[in-house]
C-alpha cells in the first residue's frame, strides 16, 4: 500500500470516528446539561454508549498525540479536536442557541 493509500484510510478513520462520536453526544444531549457560563456543554452519556465514546477519545487522543496530566485532560483534549474535525461550531445541534433558543 502506498503512502497517500495509507492517509486516505486515516483520514476516513478519522471522520468516522469524530462522526460517530458526535452521533453519541447528539443522541444524549439534553438542553438542561447546557452551562451558561463558557458555553459549556454536559453531556450524561449512560453505559454501553459511555464505553464507546470512552475508547473513541482514548483513539483519538492515541491518533492526535494529545496529553494531558490526567486520563480526563487527555480524552478533554482529544474531544476538542473530534469536534473540530466533526465540525460542531456555531451552526452545530450541540450548540445551545440552535437547540432550544437557549
Known amino acids: 500500500?502506498?503512502?497517500?493509500?495509507?492517509?486516505?484510510?486515516?483520514?476516513?478513520?478519522?471522520?468516522?470516528v469524530a462522526e460517530e462520536t458526535r452521533r453519541l453526544l447528539s443522541r444524549h444531549l439534553d438542553a438542561a446539561g447546557v452551562a451558561g457560563d463558557g458555553g459549556t456543554v454536559l453531556v450524561d452519556v449512560p453505559y454501553p454508549d459511555a464505553a464507546v465514546v470512552t475508547a473513541l477519545l482514548d483513539v483519538a487522543a492515541e491518533c492526535f498525540g494529545e496529553r494531558g496530566d490526567s486520563i480526563e485532560e487527555?480524552?478533554?483534549?482529544?474531544?476538542?479536536a473530534l469536534l473540530q474535525?466533526?465540525?460542531?461550531?456555531?451552526?452545530?445541534?450541540?450548540?445551545?442557541?440552535?437547540?432550544g433558543g437557549g
Open 1 to 16: 500500500m502506498i503512502a497517500s493509500e495509507r492517509f486516505e484510510r486515516a483520514a476516513v478513520l478519522g471522520v468516522a
Open 74 to 80: 487527555t480524552r478533554q483534549a482529544a474531544l476538542e
Open 85 to 99: 474535525l466533526a465540525g460542531f461550531d456555531a451552526e452545530s445541534q450541540l450548540n445551545w442557541g440552535e437547540v
